[in-house]
């Protein structure tokens, strides 16, 4: 058993937010690719994985959501997927001292069913990715905000299969005029929860497209398909709407950690950010769950 897997079964563990909105509050211009600033601009990486520490979280992930070759081929760095994505985990490692670093590995852009890339190709790009962050300092890699099934198995696959890392992976569900809930490729929990699984995830959940309130139907679900694997939780702060030319999301800490009792009862076993969230929400977060 893993340390983090041991850690889940002790006590729910509080992960982190947002990093997209920080870079941005830190300069992250339109057309810049934010993984760069692993190597331009490490000390504004770092502290940013350094507040959600401080904020209390048991784990932080790493500025690589878009660390693949895929998608770094698009501001002409794809040669440079190793060393940004090193640099990556090693940013978190440095932040992060005894705590959990997770890998952040997010979708392509490529879709399988378009014929834009191969299986093989998809298994390459993540496996590259992964052997990085690992080598960086990851103790667990991330496979986050995956909407198509198959891209998201193969991704964890190849996390699996290529490092000694414990792996985790989260889809993406939007919330139907029904009240189910799919990714937008049309996956519902139930229907990813078995084939990750196989795949090789010790950890399986969601991640952003909804606030925490949603977010626990969609961890009802998944316990109702299989009661025992781990669920981690990113759930925005609530589902942003534009004001005065911003977006703005409008889930306060108070209202996020209001529910935190609630998702742990769903059976959430580690909870956190996504878009839109702050220090301040993990904050929040923490003082419920160590209460």
């Given at each position: 058993m893993s340390k983090l897997i041991d850690a889940i079964q002790n006590r729910v563990l509080v992960s982190d937010g947002a990093w997209g909105t920080f870079l941005q509050q830190k300069g992250l211009q339109p057309g810049e690719c934010p993984e760069s600033w692993n190597i331009t601009r490490p000390d504004d990486v770092f502290d940013i994985?350094?507040?959600?520490i401080d904020a209390g979280a048991d784990m932080i992930e790493t500025n690589s959501f878009g660390g693949n070759r895929f998608k770094l081929a698009n501001y002409g760095l794809a040669d440079s997927v190793y060393e940004i994505n090193k640099a990556a985990a090693e940013i978190s490692r440095k932040a992060a001292g005894d705590k959990f670093v997770l890998g952040s590995v997010g979708p392509t852009g490529k879709l399988?069913?378009?014929?834009?890339?191969?299986?093989d190709g998809l298994y390459e790009a993540f496996k590259?990715?992964?052997i990085a962050l690992e080598a960086g300092g990851a103790d667990a890699i991330v496979v986050e905000t995956m909407t198509d099934l198959e891209e998201a198995r193969i991704a964890v696959k190849a996390a699996s299969e290529n490092t000694s890392c414990e792996v985790i992976c989260t889809m993406t569900f939007d919330k139907t005029v029904d009240g189910e809930f799919r990714t937008m490729m049309g996956i519902s929990p139930t229907e990813m929860v078995e084939p990750l699984i196989a795949a090789g995830a010790s950890v399986i959940g969601a991640n952003c497209g909804n606030g925490i309130a949603d977010m626990i139907g969609i961890v009802k679900e998944i316990r109702q398909a299989n009661a025992s694997i781990p669920v981690l939780i990113h759930a925005n702060a609530g589902i942003p709407h534009y004001h005065d030319g911003k977006t703005v999301f409008p889930e306060t800490p108070a209202d996020m950690g209001a529910l935190v009792n609630d998702?742990?009862?769903?059976?959430?076993?580690?909870?956190g950010g996504c878009c839109g969230t702050t220090p301040d929400h993990i904050c929040e977060v923490?003082?419920?769950?160590?209460?």
């Open positions: 994985a350094k507040s959600y399988l069913l378009m014929e834009e890339v191969t299986e590259e990715q992964s998702i742990i009862a769903a059976g959430a076993n580690i909870i923490c003082k419920v769950v160590k209460s």
